[in-house]
């Protein structure tokens, strides 16, 4: 029997609309400042996209684009003023920076608590003790498709495949601090697939093109699939959608899965922001 295929979009639009009644009930409307470093062409779509949807849920738009060229000194103080700034509820620096600029260390200046990609030292340090805190937006997109669609975490076998600091450690921390057992699977585990066929719920987030084939899959099991890569046939993920569906119980499509959650989690973390 096919799988349930978990409808990304709706999801996320569900989330959107719950947000900007939210936001109306706010004394003032957040305010999002994307950070924008030079004209490449992808990261320029998706600020465009963040934009865009952060005015649809009523949000305030206070995009910076800045030259290409800009000093990291520069940059530092113009984070440093989004910082001081009252009207600044978060603050998202569009990354990859250009080659010249150390991230990291820009990353690391953002106030905590203006942290609406959860990418922060401080952010991850908050999520790993389980405290309150901002938390990284495509994991936490991937736990509200699962409470979406109502499959339980707790108990629940875990395997997230990969362990970047973006998104299968902080997806992995979501899952445990949810009550799952988790384990986690990098390019040097020895069999991924064996691993794989534990999960309960498999989160593939290597990078890999269909790199979860069926026979990982464990008949029934809820497998969301992080990966997003264009080849000569249109998008695809890190997992064999067609093959994989046709073993699972429930399955993120690339495109409409995960990808439409992140822009969601950052309003959601905006919001989260303006309350504390
Ligand atoms: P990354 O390259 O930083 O990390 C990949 C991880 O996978 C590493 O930890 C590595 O150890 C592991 N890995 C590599 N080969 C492996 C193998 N053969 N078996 C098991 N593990 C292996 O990538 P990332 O930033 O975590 O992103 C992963 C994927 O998710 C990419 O395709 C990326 O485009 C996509 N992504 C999508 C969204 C979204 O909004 N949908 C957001 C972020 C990333």
């Known amino acids: 029997m096919s799988a349930t295929v978990i409808d990304g979009k709706a999801v996320a639009r569900t989330v959107r609309e719950r947000l900007a009644r939210e936001v109306a009930e706010l004394p003032e409307p957040p305010g999002l400042a994307t ?123 875990a395997v997230v495949v990969g362990r970047s600091e973006l998104v299968g450690k902080p997806q992995a921390q979501l899952l445990l601090q949810r009550n799952a057992t988790v384990t986690i699977c990098h390019s040097r585990t020895r069999d991924v697939d064996a691993e794989c066929r534990r999960a309960d719920i498999l989160v593939a987030a290597a990078g890999i093109p269909r790199l979860v084939g069926a026979s990982a899959v464990k008949p029934g099991a809820t497998v969301i699939d992080v990966g997003i890569h264009r080849t000569d046939s249109g998008l695809c993920g890190d997992v064999d959608f067609d093959a994989v569906r046709e073993v699972a119980g429930a399955i993120t499509p690339v495109p409409g899965g995960v990808g439409p959650m992140t822009i969601a989690m950052l309003l959601k973390n905006t919001v989260t922001a303006a309350r504390t």
């Open 35 to 157: 950070v924008l470093v030079g004209d490449d062409p992808a990261s320029a779509i998706y600020v465009s996209s963040k934009r865009k949807q952060c005015a649809q849920a009523g949000m305030r738009d206070l995009h910076q684009h800045l030259p290409g060229d800009i000093s990291q000194a520069k940059l530092a103080v113009i984070i440093d003023h989004l910082n001081a700034d009252p009207a600044v509820t978060g603050i998202l620096l569009q990354l990859p920076l250009p080659e010249h600029l150390d991230a990291a260390e820009l990353v690391a200046r953002i106030d905590p608590d203006k942290d609406v990609d959860g990418l922060t030292t401080i952010s991850a340090g908050r999520l790993a003790q389980g405290g309150p805190g901002l938390r990284p937006c495509t994991p936490s997109g991937v736990i509200e498709l699962l409470d979406a669609y109502e499959i339980p975490i707790e108990g629940a076998h």
